[in-house]
C-alpha cells in the first residue's frame, strides 16, 4: 500500500464500489484504521493473554465464527505486527497460544 500511495494514479478502479480519485487519501484511511485496531488489540492484552481466537471475537463478537478465516487473518496480521514492534510477545501452554503485551499500559 505504501507504495501504491506514491503512484501518481489519477483514477482508482477498485473491484468493490465506484471508481475515485484520491487513492492517497484513501490508503491513508486504512493504515489509520488498521493502528487504531492494532492499539485496541494491544489494550485487550494488557488487561490479560489472549489467543488470536479470543481477540477476534473481543474484536468482532460473532462475526470471529461465521467469518473465522477473515478475523483471525486479521487478528494475527496485527500481532505479528505488535511482536515484531516489541509491544507483544507469544505466550505457548501446551497447545495454546496466546498473545500477552509486553509492559503493562502507563498509569496503569
Known amino acids: ?22 487513492h492517497r487519501t484513501l490508503i491513508d484511511q486504512r493504515f489509520a484504521m488498521h493502528a487504531r485496531r492494532a492499539q485496541k488489540m494491544l489494550g485487550l492484552i494488557r488487561d490479560r493473554p489472549l489467543s488470536a ?32 514492534d516489541g509491544l507483544a510477545q507469544e505466550l505457548s501452554s501446551g497447545n495454546v497460544v496466546r498473545f500477552g503485551a509486553t509492559a503493562p499500559a502507563v498509569g496503569r
Do not use: C, K
Request: negative net charge; aromatic residues 8%; charged residues 20%.
Open 53 to 84: 481466537y479470543e481477540l477476534a471475537h473481543a474484536m468482532w463478537g460473532n462475526v470471529a465464527v461465521t467469518q473465522a478465516y477473515l478475523t483471525l487473518s486479521e487478528v494475527l496480521g496485527h500481532v505479528d505486527i505488535l511482536v515484531r
Open 1 to 22: 500500500m505504501r507504495a501504491t500511495r506514491e503512484m501518481p494514479i489519477e483514477l482508482t478502479l477498485p473491484g468493490h464500489g465506484d471508481p475515485f480519485l484520491d
